[in-house]
């Protein structure tokens, strides 16, 4: 199955989307493929390209002035929606850094071919509230989860949101996205496979 197949399959699922609609779409997606450590988008940067996952990791951090450390904010993993949404939609450049954690492939647009595809058609534009939707709510959750859930129910949403992230990103990374330190990840995970 080609990149765009799998696109359009996903695209349907999501919004219901017909494929004759989806085919305005075809000749404007591009595959791009990261190494680890290549940015998605950079610091102070407008992101230009809504992607999707096809393959791989990606996180969105910020650094912390005072303490210069990488702060992780979201992970994107295979058949996620990847950008710096309001940087997207505003054009206005991005408060943080989106970097592939390891060897992965995009399959993305150009935010002025999806603005033309809003005009074109209500079902891209009924894409464009769903995403909006999911970011929204994607931002209050993460928001919600460091303000009233413990860091073990964060871990536990963190794996039913990208089940395989505990095998291709490191430690620290998770901690870092949790809120919490190493040794505190460690006993996190140690009770949870004791239960």
């Known amino acids: 199955m080609t990149e765009v197949e799998l696109l359009k399959d996903a695209l349907q699922i999501f919004t219901g989307m017909s494929s004759e609609t989806f085919n305005l779409s075809e000749q404007y997606w591009q ?17 230009k390209h809504l992607g999707f996952v096809i393959d791989g990791v990606f996180r969105t951090y910020y650094l ?30 991005c408060h943080y850094y989106t970097q592939s954690m390891l060897a992965s492939k ?17 079902e891209w534009e009924r894409f464009g509230r769903l995403i909006a939707e999911q970011a929204s709510n994607l931002a209050l959750n993460r928001t919600e989860s460091l303000l009233f859930q413990t860091p073990e129910q964060r871990y536990l949403d963190l794996l039913t949101q990208h089940p395989d992230i505990m095998n291709t990103v490191p430690l620290y ?23």
Not at 75 to 82: K, R
């Open 31 to 47: 595959v791009k493929t990261y190494k680890k450590g290549d940015f998605y988008n950079d610091y102070q940067q407008v992101c």
């Open 64 to 93: 912390d002035k005072k303490s210069a450390d990488e702060k992780n904010i979201f992970f994107y993993t295979n058949n996620q929606i990847v950008v710096s949404y309001a940087s997207f939609i505003n054009q206005i450049p």
């Open 173 to 195: 990374h998770i901690s870092s996205y949790l809120g919490i330190q190493g040794p505190s990840l460690s006993r996190i995970r140690k009770r949870i496979s004791e239960k």
């Open 106 to 122: 995009v399959i993305y647009i150009h935010f002025d071919k999806l603005t033309a595809l809003y005009r074109q058609s209500h």
